[in-house]
């Protein structure tokens, strides 16, 4: 089966830069995804990690661990727009994808 | 840039009754999905499609649920009779690339809330 974990809520300060952790436990790995998404609105994608190590994308970065099943998001010089729900999907063997149940994240002034 | 797009992006329906959601993926993509979000809740998968027919399914996708590609542009899920538990956010979803363990984006469309009365 599939299982992921990561915080329900997170708060950090403008211009902060706060770290959003994700543990999956998964049959099969194809990858890691970040998606955004602002209340009532669409998963956005934000990164993706199939191998280990970090992907840097302006002010995100994502941070893949396969052997302890653990992603990271990391997000810079937050602004109050960074406020939303932050969503870590994994790719097991098939191409569906499982999510999490999203940290929502508030960025306050 | 290309874009998943639904409609409506609004339904209402009673108990019982048919509904048909419909997409439109990004035209090059070859891969289609239906994601589903109750309200508060994660989102969950329902199907993929590929080739025509579906290529994998999930629980919640039983004999109520069906989806099709009836031309070269759109991709309809159709419940057949509605359940108040079927009240949810339905995301369509798009991505191209053939070779699984690829970087293979899927992208969403911005979704049809149905609800169910």
């Known amino acids: 089966g599939q299982n992921i974990d990561q915080p329900t809520e997170m708060t950090a300060t403008e211009g902060a830069i706060v770290q959003i952790n994700c543990t999956y436990q998964?049959?099969?790995?194809?990858?890691l995804f970040w998606y955004q998404q602002h209340a009532g609105e669409a998963p956005t994608f934000l990164s993706y990690n199939v191998l280990d190590g970090l992907e840097e994308k302006g002010r995100f970065s994502s941070f893949l661990s396969r052997s302890k099943g653990y992603s990271y998001l990391l997000l810079k010089e937050l602004q109050m727009k960074d406020s939303a729900s932050y969503l870590c999907a994994v790719r097991g063997s098939a191409r569906q994808l499982t999510f999490g149940s999203g940290t929502q994240l508030t960025v306050l002034p | 840039e290309p874009e998943v797009t639904q409609t409506p992006s609004h339904q209402v329906t009673q108990m019982g009754q048919e509904v048909i959601l419909r997409c439109v993926p990004i035209s090059n993509h070859l891969y289609f999905y239906w994601y589903r979000q109750i309200l508060g809740q994660k989102v969950e998968f329902l199907v993929s499609f590929y080739n025509n027919e579906i290529s994998e399914k999930s629980e919640i996708f039983d004999d109520q649920f069906s989806v099709e590609r009836p031309d070269g542009s759109n991709f309809t899920l159709k419940i057949r009779s509605t359940k108040l538990e079927d009240s949810a956010m339905y995301f369509c979803?798009?991505?191209?690339?053939?070779?699984?363990?690829?970087?293979?984006?899927?992208?969403f469309g911005p979704g049809t809330r149905l609800l169910v009365l």
């Open positions: 998964t049959s099969g790995f194809n990858g």
């Open positions: 979803a798009s991505s191209s690339n053939r070779r699984a363990g690829s970087k293979e984006t899927q992208y």
